[in-house]
Structures are given as structure tokens and as C-alpha cells.
């Protein structure tokens, strides 16, 4: 099964607005990322948080993570038409290098 | 610097032919991964090698077989393609997760007729 699922699945916004997309987990982790993956392309790396912090930031991207909900969230301010894409979660949970993906968010900026 | 590529990009397969998907990096990486990608599954794991020479099983290893014979390349194989099989298979490199991101190849569109 998934270790971790997105929530919403599908999230429409006009440009200039914000984009707030959330994991959740299942098992305990080392780290926890979020990838890109644009329509018919690979996946791209957005940002990595470990388990020992709170909050990191890149560019307009934002993520949380509370390990004692088991829950990390995407925040992308100011969104464009160019963050149209899907977001994955993917976390690392210790043993045997796996990287477990979630299903994923489908974000669609509107001009 | 290429990074992680796939080849092929498209295949169509009849069921019970088989084939070979190859992903090879230039990063020297010592991980290397194969996922399948179905609509509203996200991305599963099929197998994995932690190094030259190993292989182990993810979630959903039924049906494939993989080898890793050098460094730089991770193959895929369907021995006798079924239906089910048919996916975006994606490859994926990198070290250890705790410092450091997955790369990704762009994918190989596989259907199986």
C-alpha cells in the first residue's frame, strides 16, 4: 500500500494565488519530499525536509512537517500558469533505501 | 551530463512477448529504482538495487525481473507481457536518502495488446 496520500487530489487556482497541498503518512521517517512531475514527463525534486525539522522553505515553496500527525504540507505561494503539474510526497521510511511515493495532487493554475 | 535515461520511450508489446527496458546514470549513483505509474496509483515500486550486483524486490515485483550488472545501468524485464503490465515505467537513481534527492529518466509508455 501507499505510505503516503495526498490530499486534495485535484486543486484548480487562478495565477497569483496560493496552492496548499498536504501528505499524509504511515510509518515512521527519515525524511520526507516532494517532487513535480509535469504531464507526461519525469519527476522533479522540489525540497527536502528531515524528520528533525518543522519547516523549510525554497523559493516560493513552503513545507511543514509534524511527525506527530504523520502529515507534511506544500504550501507554493503566488502560484503561475508554469505550477501546473502534479505533486507527489514521497518519504524515506529507514529501511532499504526505499523511496515510497503517494498518489499525488494535480494542480492547475488558471490565468 | 545526461543524468538517468530511458530507452525506450514507447513500446507497444503483444501479450506473452517479452522485452527489456534499460536506465543507465552518469552520476555514478549507487541506488538505482524502477516504479510503475498507473492512473490514480502514483508511483509503485517494482524492484530496487542498493549497488552493482544487488536486486531486491518492492511492492509490486510479480511479473518482472531485474539485473544490475553494471554500476551505471539498472534493467527492467517482462518475460511474457500481460495486460496489466501496461504503465509509464520510470527509472530512478540517487545515494542515501537522507541528504539527497531521486533523479529521474523521463519515462518509457509501455502498452500491452
Known amino acids: 500500500s501507499q505510505q503516503g496520500e495526498e490530499d486534495p487530489q485535484a486543486l484548480s487556482i487562478q495565477e497569483g494565488e496560493n496552492a496548499t497541498m498536504n501528505c499524509s503518512y504511515k510509518t515512521s521517517i527519515n525524511n520526507l519530499q516532494w517532487y513535480r512531475q509535469n504531464s507526461g514527463r519525469g519527476l522533479v525534486h522540489l525540497i527536502l525536509?528531515?524528520?528533525?525539522?518543522r519547516e523549510k522553505h525554497s523559493g516560493r515553496l513552503r513545507v511543514t512537517l509534524d511527525t506527530s500527525k504523520k502529515s507534511s504540507s506544500l504550501l507554493i505561494t503566488a502560484s503561475r500558469a508554469a505550477d501546473t503539474a502534479s505533486y507527489f510526497c514521497?518519504?524515506?521510511?529507514?529501511?532499504?533505501?526505499?523511496?515510497?511515493f503517494g498518489t499525488g495532487t494535480q494542480l492547475k493554475v488558471e490565468l | 551530463n545526461a543524468g538517468v535515461t530511458q530507452t525506450p520511450k514507447f513500446r507497444v508489446l503483444k501479450t506473452g512477448q517479452s522485452m527489456t527496458l534499460l536506465c543507465a546514470q552518469d552520476?555514478?549513483?549507487?541506488?538505482m529504482y524502477w516504479y510503475r505509474q498507473d492512473p490514480g496509483m502514483g508511483l509503485r515500486l517494482i524492484h530496487y538495487?542498493?549497488?552493482?550486483?544487488?536486486?531486491a524486490k518492492g511492492e509490486v515485483p510479480d511479473g518482472y525481473n531485474v539485473s544490475r550488472l553494471k554500476k551505471q545501468n539498472f534493467l527492467l524485464g517482462l518475460e511474457s507481457a500481460a495486460p496489466s503490465q501496461t504503465s509509464v515505467y520510470f527509472c530512478a537513481s540517487g545515494e542515501n536518502w537522507d541528504y539527497t534527492e531521486a533523479f529521474f529518466g523521463q519515462g518509457t509508455r509501455l502498452t500491452v495488446v
Open positions: 514521497a518519504t524515506d521510511a529507514g529501511g532499504g533505501n526505499k523511496l515510497t
Open positions: 552520476m555514478n549513483h549507487e541506488y
Open positions: 538495487s542498493v549497488g552493482e550486483g544487488t536486486t
Open positions: 525536509i528531515r524528520s528533525n525539522e
